[in-house]
C-alpha cells in the first residue's frame, strides 16, 4: 500500500541519527560571516581609492614622458622610461600585495568562524544525537526532516554574531 511505504519512510527517517547542513547558506548568512565581508569590503574600498590615484599619476607620468619623447635625447628618454617601468612595476607589486594581504585577513577571520561552526555542529549533534552530519552540497535527496541548518545558522549568531578583521597593513 502506498501510504504505509511513506508512513515507515518517514519513521525510518525519524530513526536515522543523520543530519544535513547546507554551508552555502551559513556562509550567506551568518551574522559573523557577512560582519567578514562588510568590513573587508571596507579595507578593498580603501585601496581601490589609493590605487585609483597611483594610477591617475602613472597615467599622467606616461602622458609627460610622451610630450618630452621629442625634447630629450634617445639615452634620457631611455632612461626616464626606465624609471616609469619600475613606478609601473611598483604599482603592480602593490596591488598583488594588497589582494594578498586582503585574502590573508579573510581567511584568518573565516578560521575563526570556522572553528566556532564546527562547536556548535558538534554541540548539535552530541544533543540529538546524531552520529553523521553531511554537507548538503554532498547530497543529492535528503528528507527535510534531516535540514538543521537554519538552527545552526541561529545557533551560531548567538556564539559569534561578528568578527573583528583587524585593518590591513598601509
Known sequence: MPGESR???QEAVAAL??????MKAVRQKSSAME????????????FQSQIQQEEEQLRAANQE???QRSILSADAFAEEREKFK????????????????L????????????????????NLAS???FVLVLRREQTVLAALSLEITTEV???LNKEIPSVVVPPPSN
Not at 603592480?92 to 589582494?99: A, G, S
Not at 585574502?103 to 561552526?117: C, E, F, I, P
Open 153 to 155: 545558522i541561529e545557533r
Open 7 to 9: 508512513a515507515q519512510d
Open 127 to 129: 544533543e540529538r544525537g
Open 17 to 22: 541519527p543523520i543530519a544535513i547542513v547546507d
Open 35 to 46: 560582519s567578514i565581508r562588510g568590513q573587508i569590503s571596507k579595507y578593498r574600498s580603501g
Open 103 to 122: 585574502d590573508q585577513l579573510r581567511d584568518a577571520a573565516m578560521v575563526n568562524v570556522q572553528t566556532k561552526l564546527n562547536e556548535v555542529i558538534a
Open 86 to 101: 619600475t613606478r609601473l612595476a611598483e604599482v603592480q607589486r602593490l596591488v598583488q600585495k594588497r589582494r594578498q594581504e
Open 65 to 67: 614622458l610622451a610630450r
